[in-house]
């Protein structure tokens, strides 16, 4: 179903351990059907591992016991929303405490705007796992995905280093280097441009740091990843606080780049 057609098909089937559907919603050659689907188990409005769309150009959500609508549709036709169904509620038990920014997405999931809002965001996110980014993207509202640096989500999966080093002032975690962070910290940051994720504190408890673009305490410094020029203004807006000695070893060694505010 990726966009790319069936060379980006056969990266996500190889990367993410199952099959993809190698059509998109603008592809010739339809049945005429509302919600096509395909042997691989996906279909406009929803995936093989349970994640569902409401509303959007193929009018989905009649496969969903309810939609995350809030009373209300999408303010545009052709933006969508997920369904809350147990695949929902568990991505948002996994990143729980879940925040209006998404900042700190659990490592190996994304951010997707809940509301359905097309553009760079500010609010309004939940940490979903991939497979809701490419509904939403194969659905025409993939700017309201983002990676959990903040990148633009181009359905590009997620990179699974075989290595990891070792880097002096940081933690590095996700794939090979395993999830384990000190309490209190949390494993976020994995994209295609940054492969590997960083153990950071938590700050879904704290919210970002771009509010004020200032940290409390003495000895923190906001860290914010360096992403597409395009996307750098949102992701300017998902800063996380750590001290100083981590926030400048970032800056110096971090595999994708970093800033410190």
Same mark, same amino acid.
């Given at each position: 179903?990726?966009?790319?057609?069936?060379?980006?098909?056969?990266?996500?089937?190889?990367?993410?351990?199952?099959?993809?559907?190698?059509?998109?919603?603008?592809?010739?050659?339809?049945?005429?059907?509302?919600?096509?689907?395909?042997?691989?188990?996906?279909?406009?409005?929803?995936? =093989?591992?349970?994640?569902?769309?409401?509303? *959007?150009?193929?009018? +989905? %959500? @009649?496969? /969903?016991?309810?939609?995350?609508?809030? &009373?209300?549709?999408?303010?545009?036709?052709?933006?969508?929303?997920?369904?809350?169904?147990?695949?929902?509620?568990?991505?948002?038990?996994?990143?729980?405490?879940?925040?209006?920014?998404?900042?700190?997405?659990?490592?190996?999931?994304?951010?997707?705007?809940?509301?359905?809002?097309?553009?760079?965001?500010?609010?309004?996110?939940?940490?979903?796992?991939?497979?809701?980014?490419?509904?939403?993207?194969?659905?025409?509202?993939?700017?309201?995905?983002?990676?959990?640096?903040?990148?633009?989500?181009?359905?590009?999966?997620?990179?699974? =280093?075989?290595?990891?080093?070792?880097?002096? *002032?940081?933690?590095? +975690? %996700? @794939?090979? /280097?395993?999830?384990?962070?000190?309490? &209190?910290?949390?494993?976020?940051?994995?994209?295609?441009?940054?492969?590997?994720?960083?153990?950071?504190?938590?700050?879904?408890?704290?919210?970002?740091?771009?509010?004020?673009?200032?940290?409390?305490?003495?000895?923190?410094?906001?860290?914010?990843?360096?992403?597409?020029?395009?996307?750098?203004?949102?992701?300017?807006?998902?800063?996380?606080?750590?001290?100083?000695?981590?926030?400048?070893?970032?800056?110096?060694?971090?595999?994708?780049?970093?800033?410190?505010?």
């Amino acid at each position: 179903m990726s966009p790319r057609g069936a060379s980006l098909a056969a990266i996500l089937l190889a990367a993410c351990g199952g099959a993809v559907a190698t059509t998109g919603p603008n592809d010739a050659g339809l049945d005429g059907s509302n919600d096509r689907s395909d042997a691989s188990g996906w279909t406009d409005c929803a995936s =093989p591992d349970g994640y569902g769309l409401c509303y *959007g150009p193929k009018k +989905c %959500g @009649a496969q /969903c016991t309810d939609c995350l609508d809030y &009373g209300a549709p999408p303010s545009h036709p052709d933006h969508v929303k997920p369904c809350a169904n147990d695949k929902y509620y568990a991505d948002e038990s996994a990143n729980s405490p879940q925040n209006t920014y998404a900042v700190g997405c659990v490592d190996g999931y994304v951010s997707v705007g809940r509301d359905g809002v097309a553009k760079d965001y500010t609010d309004g996110h939940i940490c979903a796992g991939f497979d809701l980014g490419i509904l939403y993207k194969n659905a025409g509202d993939g700017a309201a995905v983002r990676y959990a640096d903040g990148s633009v989500f181009t359905g590009e999966p997620l990179p699974t =280093p075989g290595d990891c080093p070792k880097i002096i *002032g940081l933690t590095l +975690c %996700g @794939a090979a /280097c395993g999830n384990t962070c000190a309490q &209190g910290e949390i494993c976020t940051g994995r994209s295609p441009l940054h492969p590997y994720s960083l153990c950071v504190p938590d700050a879904r408890v704290w919210g970002p740091c771009a509010a004020t673009d200032a940290c409390a305490g003495g000895d923190a410094k906001c860290l914010v990843m360096k992403v597409q020029s395009e996307a750098q203004s949102n992701a300017n807006h998902l800063g996380l606080c750590v001290s100083s000695a981590v926030c400048l070893a970032a800056e110096k060694g971090y595999p994708g780049g970093a800033f410190c505010r």
